[in-house]
């Protein structure tokens, strides 16, 4: 039976406070190195005491591992339809159908600005963008519930497709990557506007490192991560602003409101440039 927030008596929760172990709702969550604490803990240094029902895990961060799951099996797929091999670039036929194509966009498939977001062009590929959506998600899921956490994601994935699309519409562009650059963003906006500043310098370090190496890279889409990162940005500053007040008590329809309509923008965007 699941038990109630200490400073929300009336909203059930399965995460407990990682230092002092009383039941803390979404709201209430602060996403730390060693789990989730409550407000008075995340700002004391307080020792951790390790509380299995405060580990994040399928429980409490069940949209990140079935994200996980789908890329995995649509990477299997790609696998099975002759992509290449497991490490080369190879393009099969379901890789050329479903993948970020500018004109192909232009004349009616806009169902490749999400299904590109399912797609790795190698297992280094997808074993990287997949070790990335765990440890990020497992932070921000449980932190801001798991309806928030999908439409930040997909609000990414939508903004990453529309920078790639903005970079070169001409290119065939797979990957995650977009989505991942939006839920880091993210945490870094969050961590900070929670106080959480140490939190915040280690994402930040992982942001630009990630943001040099695909400046060097050729065959990364830069334009992806970077509309990812702004996407997921503006939708943690939303949900920043929403915390402090801003959208009054009933905040959570309007905080989705307004990064579904990022999402929106974002297809618009993408339309435009295609």
């Not at 966009?105 to 997808?126: D, M, Q």
């Not at 959506?133 to 990453?160: N, Q």
């Not at 562009?173 to 915040?200: D, K, Q």
């Not at 915390?243 to 974002?266: D, H, Q, T």
Request: glycine fraction near 14%.
């Amino acid at each position: 039976m699941a038990e109630t927030c200490y400073r929300h008596p009336d909203r059930e929760t399965r995460v407990s406070c990682s230092s002092c172990g009383r039941p803390i709702c979404p709201e209430c969550m602060t996403p730390t190195p060693v789990g989730m604490r409550c407000p008075e803990c995340a700002s004391q240094r307080t020792k951790v005491v390790r509380n299995p029902t405060g580990t994040p895990g399928f429980e409490t961060a069940p949209a990140t591992y079935v994200l996980i799951a789908v890329n995995v099996i649509v990477f299997l797929v790609q696998i099975a339809s002759g992509s290449g091999g497991l490490f080369s670039g190879g393009i099969s036929q379901f890789t050329a159908d479903f993948g970020l194509y500018g004109p192909s966009v232009a004349e009616g498939e806009w169902y490749r600005l999400v299904t590109n977001g399912f797609l790795h062009a190698s297992i280094i590929h997808i074993g990287f963008n997949m070790f990335l959506l765990l440890v990020l998600g497992r932070l921000l899921e449980p932190a801001l519930g798991t309806p928030r956490f999908l439409v930040l994601y997909f609000a990414s994935l939508l903004a990453g497709s529309f920078g790639a699309l903005v970079v070169d519409p001409n290119v065939l562009t797979i990957g995650a990557s977009g989505a991942v650059f939006g839920l880091a963003g993210a945490v870094f906006v969050i961590a900070r506007g929670r106080g959480m500043n140490e939190l915040a310098g280690e994402i930040g370090f992982l942001i630009v490192f990630n943001l040099v190496f695909s400046f060097v890279s050729p065959r990364i889409s830069v334009g992806g991560h970077i509309g990812g990162l702004v996407g997921g940005v503006i939708c943690a500053l939303v949900i920043v602003a929403g915390e402090k007040g801003l959208f009054g008590r009933n905040r959570l329809p309007l905080e989705l409101a307004a990064m579904v309509a990022i999402g929106v923008l974002a297809v618009v965007g993408s339309l435009a440039v295609a």
